[in-house]
């Protein structure tokens, strides 16, 4: 099965979202489930991955807005929230290469290639995951891979209250300013739901190239 699926689920809480990965993931290794990929919101929420190092977190958990969950991808804490675009790719990497870095260079591309279309410059920075305008990031990235089938993806700032990310480092990275894609085009229009759509073409393009240069 190779064909990609698209669906969007509206909004769920984190841990809903998580389950729902981990059966996909478990469907997809069994080859009962075709490649999917998953758009939503969550309730507001902090996930950090599985480190020691938890100084992302500016207070103990008990003293933030919002729960913190930590699961099995790599990085420090970033924001989930109403108004960003969650992209979970339960996607089977046989196909696409083995190559985690290619695939996660991969994933930004989809992100640039979508804010490109919106007459913005998007890019990346040296050294860091994400998708950039200038010093400002606009998306997230943390993937996961369990038998070679990914889970987990992004978080693109659509139009999110961004003081979520007041309580945190977002991703470790200090200083950081964290911006959106309705402030960035100063269009209102964007939600996560259309943006979803648009990003479809986007994802099929950099995922059909991964399939031809493997």
């Known amino acids: 099965m190779s064909q990609v699926q698209f669906q969007w689920l509206g909004r769920i809480e984190y841990g809903a979202g998580l389950e729902l990965q981990n059966q996909m993931v478990e469907q997809r290794i069994a080859g009962e489930i075709p490649d ?16 020691r190092d938890r100084s992302s977190l500016k207070h103990a958990d008990d003293q933030l807005p919002h729960p913190v969950v930590e699961i099995n991808r ?88 961004l003081s979520g990310y007041d309580s945190i480092v977002p991703c470790g990275i200090q200083n950081v300013e964290m911006t959106s894609v309705v402030d960035e085009s100063e269009d209102p229009k964007w939600t996560p739901q259309n943006v979803s759509d648009a990003l479809i073409p986007f994802i099929e393009s950099e995922l059909a190239t991964l399939r031809v240069s493997h």
């Open 36 to 51: 999917t990929v998953l758009f939503l919101e969550h309730e507001p929420v902090y996930t950090i991955g599985r480190t």
């Open 74 to 161: 790599g990085g420090q804490a970033t924001y989930h929230g109403p108004g960003q675009l969650v992209g979970y790719l339960i996607l089977d990497l046989h196909l696409y290469g083995q190559d985690l870095h290619t695939y996660l260079r991969a994933v930004e591309e989809m992100l640039i290639g979508f804010l490109q279309s919106l007459d913005l410059s998007p890019g990346r920075r040296d050294g860091l995951t994400g998708v950039w305008l200038e010093n400002r990031k606009i998306a997230s990235i943390g993937i996961g891979v369990k038998k070679w089938i990914s889970m987990h993806g992004f978080g693109l700032n659509v139009s999110p209250d």
